[in-house]
């Protein structure tokens, strides 16, 4: 186990946090028309920020150049954000798990 892992999982909430509340600042978070609504980038930094967390180098490596490549994709204009519909169950849980890995 890292000795760093502790403060690594303390800067990935603290990334979720900032990434979540520039999210509502940006209205991709919030109610909507249709009930509320959790921004794209959210949903990527908490999953990143929740598999950070194993107890595993490997899948630290993973995690971070997932984030690495989405963030510049998004800088880059390659993904937009945007926010999904928290009804929107199917599209929540596949954005969630499977999209914006690479």
Avoid: H
């Avoid at 995690?63 to 998004?74: A, C, E, I, P």
């Amino acid at each position: 186990m890292s000795p760093f892992g502790f403060w690594e999982n303390i800067s990935g909430g603290g990334a979720l946090f900032a990434t979540a509340v520039s999210d509502v600042l940006l209205e991709n978070t919030g109610l909507t028309q249709n009930g509320v609504a959790v921004g794209k980038d959210t949903l990527v930094s908490a999953r990143n920020a929740l598999a950070g967390i194993i107890p595993e180098a490997n899948v630290d490596a993973l995690v971070s150049n997932s984030q690495f490549k989405y963030d510049l994709d998004r800088i880059l204009g390659n993904k937009s954000a945007g926010s999904i519909a928290l009804s929107d169950i199917k599209n929540l849980f596949i954005q969630f798990i499977t999209n914006d890995w690479w």
